[in-house]
Structure formats: C-alpha cells, structure tokens
C-alpha cells in the first residue's frame, strides 16, 4: 500500500522567492511523499530571476513554477492541504483564507532575499542563505513520522522547526 501522499503550501507576500524555493525544495525531498505548492497575498507575476537561477544550478525542480495568489488555494477545487506555512513575517500577519480541510499552520520566517541590495554576489549570497535556512527545515520535516503522530504532536514538531535559528544543528528540532 502507497503511503499517503501530504500537500504542503508555502505562502509569502510576493510569491516569487522564498515561498518559490520551498515549493521546489519539498517537492524535492518530499520523494514522492509530499507535494509542494507555493502563493502569495500580492503575488509579483514572476518567479525572481535569482530564485530561479539558483534552482537551476542546483538541479532542483522548476518545471511549473510561478507567482501566484493565494486565493488559489482558498477555492473549493483546489487540491485540500495538509501544511500551510508562511515563510515570511509579513504574509504571516496578514488575515489568511480560510483553507479547506484544517491544514496544520505554521510560521517559517526567513529574511527575503529579494529585498537585499547591493552587487550581485551579495543577493546571490542572500539567496543561497534564504535556500540554506528553507532546506534545512524541510529536511527536517519530510524526515517527521507524521503518520504515526497525533495532529498536536505534528503541530508542536512544525512550529518548532519554524523556531530554528539558522545556525542550529539539523537534529535539534524535536
């Protein structure tokens, strides 16, 4: 029997970057067991040339990625999420829709990359550290029993991973 199947949603003001990278990270380490989606409260309409860039390099998926509202996500025939997390400390203010079938939420800020200034390497250096914390937490999480745990359990474990400091070890989100 296939194990089931878990979507995940990654919500950001701009859906062009930070929430961009954790769609295409999930559905990465996922490996089959988690499908990642991605939007935004005031979407840009693009993907960030460097976000895009970066997934590249990196051999990551970005077949099907793009910006997009997070009303999406809110409709009645859109695919039922499990996880609903915000990855940055705007979106997470923000009055939410009400997502269909209770999704376990959490808070996963990461400093928007997009917002850097400067030369080139220090936004490519901004994204690589906005990549490093996103993959860092959702390793964290596709490795969760989440099967065998209660939803109270699965909630405390997501919020903590949110709580990461950047410069914690992995195996210290339990």
């Known amino acids: ?38 939007a935004g409260s005031f979407p840009k309409g693009e993907v960030n040339p460097l976000a895009r860039q970066l997934l590249t390099e990196l051999e990551l998926p970005i077949q099907g990625l793009r910006s997009k509202s997070w ?10 999420m499990d996880f609903v997390f915000t990855v940055c400390d705007q979106a997470a203010g923000e009055v939410c829709p009400i997502w269909p079938g209770q999704p376990v939420t959490a808070h996963w800020g990461v400093p928007d990359p997009a917002a850097v200034e400067g030369s ?11 990549f490093r914390a996103l993959e860092r937490r959702i390793k964290i999480f596709t490795s ?7 939803r109270m359990t699965v909630t405390r474990r997501v919020e903590a991973i949110g709580r990461l400091r950047d410069d914690v070890a992995e195996g210290q989100a339990s």
Not at 17 to 23: F, H, K, T, V
Not at 122 to 129: Q, S
């Open 71 to 80: 009303n999406e996500f809110a409709s009645p025939d859109a695919p039922v």
């Open 120 to 130: 080139e390497a220090t936004r490519k250096l901004a994204f690589r550290e906005a």
């Open 144 to 150: 969760l029993p989440i099967e065998k745990l209660d």
């Open 1 to 38: 029997m296939r194990a089931k199947m878990y979507n995940a949603l990654f919500l950001c003001t701009g859906n062009s970057a930070r929430s961009i990278l954790a769609e295409s990270l999930i559905n990465h380490w996922g490996k089959g067991r988690f499908k990642g989606f991605s």
